[in-house]
């Protein structure tokens, strides 16, 4: 299966909640997200229906309402229990919109207890996870997440385009795990050369080429 984490969140209203709950206008977050989930239970999307739940778990935390915070966590871990892309999603969400570490790191750890046999679940539970560490300050478990999610050489996935950057840039702007960052960029190229993705492939010699010394990590990795 290929997994893009955002590829499942189309809904305007779900976004513009993010922003409004950004600026502190939590009463207009909470009527988006309550008609945004009105609209996915019209629909009968399972998967945005217990997403808006998770959210507005989220806002009822904020705003310290905690019998109702639990309440909807509960409902949209009820809608799709055993939903990896879901865990997910809101493991990223939790991450960047959020500052939620700890959740999505139990979230993503979920994913790898019920994702043993899809290795791209794998691969992005890792590298979320690490992204999570990383922004708690414990960079050495987030190294050991990179290198997780780059076991038995990125095999499972479909493509290139699988495999995600996203923990090596942020690793690299905290000069850690320089030899893994390279490890895992150079098992990525030989990847994309067995897939013969020639855009993958230059894209990942490119990245190798211009790889940072300690002196100078200050990268962003563009695809």
Request: glycine content about 4%.
């Amino acid at each position: 299966m290929v997994l893009s984490v955002h590829e499942k969140v189309k809904s305007e209203r779900l976004y513009k909640a993010f922003d409004l709950m950004a600026a502190k206008d939590l009463d207009a977050a909470e009527t988006e997200l309550h008609a945004g989930l009105s609209d996915a239970e019209a629909q009968e999307d399972k998967v945005l229906a217990a997403l808006f739940y998770s959210s507005l778990g989220v806002l009822y935390k904020i705003k310290k309402e905690f019998p109702k915070a639990w309440k909807f966590y509960e409902k949209a871990e009820k809608l799709l229990p055993e939903d990896p892309a879901l865990k997910l999603i809101s493991a990223r969400l939790l991450i960047d919109v959020f500052g939620q570490f700890d959740t999505a790191i139990r979230r993503c750890q979920k994913v790898l207890e019920i994702s043993r046999s899809d290795p791209p679940f794998l691969h992005q539970a890792n590298v979320t996870m690490g992204l999570a560490l990383l922004k708690k300050g414990e960079r050495t478990k987030a190294v050991s997440c990179l290198v997780d999610a780059m076991q038995d050489d990125f095999e499972g996935l479909l493509s290139a385009s699988n495999i995600d950057l996203k923990l090596v840039e942020a690793l690299l702007r905290k000069r850690s795990g320089l030899e893994e960052c390279r490890a895992y960029l150079e098992k990525a190229l030989r990847f994309a050369e067995s897939k013969q993705e020639e855009r993958h492939v230059e894209l990942f010699r490119r990245l190798i080429e211009a790889f940072p010394t300690e002196e100078a990590t200050d990268v962003k990795i563009q695809m």
